[in-house]
């Protein structure tokens, strides 16, 4: 049975850090690709950042340069790493499973996602 448990979510003010976790059971994070996704109240799930078949993150406008997305493969984690955080980045974050041949931009892509972190960020 697949599972993607998440952990690391929380409160923090602008210009702080956070750090996500998403460990997977049930099958192996470098036989499938992995993605970040972010729902904020009252608006669509957006795509946060993707691992490509080819191994390279792709990252959001919006968060270039202050997220890092990187794993683990030895204990089958995928890390969001979420530096200079602004109030526009609270949101409830998932991290996603897809076989890797499907765009990892689109949220229809993935079959397995984790419960959600929630992050919030104050000003």
């Known amino acids: 049975q697949v599972q993607l448990a998440e952990s690391g979510g929380g409160w923090v003010h602008s210009g702080g850090s956070l750090r996500l976790s998403c460990e997977v059971s049930g099958y192996s994070t470098s036989t499938y690709c992995m993605g970040w996704f972010r729902r904020a109240a009252g608006k669509e799930r957006e795509w946060v950042a993707y691992i490509g078949s080819d191994g390279n993150t792709t990252y959001a406008d919006s968060v270039k340069g202050r997220f890092t997305s990187s794993q683990d493969s030895s204990k089958n984690t995928l890390f969001l790493q979420m530096n200079s955080l602004k109030p526009e980045d609270t949101a409830m974050y998932y991290c996603?499973?897809?076989?890797?041949?499907?765009?990892?931009?689109?949220?229809?892509?993935?079959?397995?996602w984790g419960q959600g972190s929630q992050v919030t960020v104050s000003s």
């Open positions: 996603a499973g897809r076989l890797c041949f499907f765009d990892g931009s689109r949220h229809s892509s993935y079959g397995w």
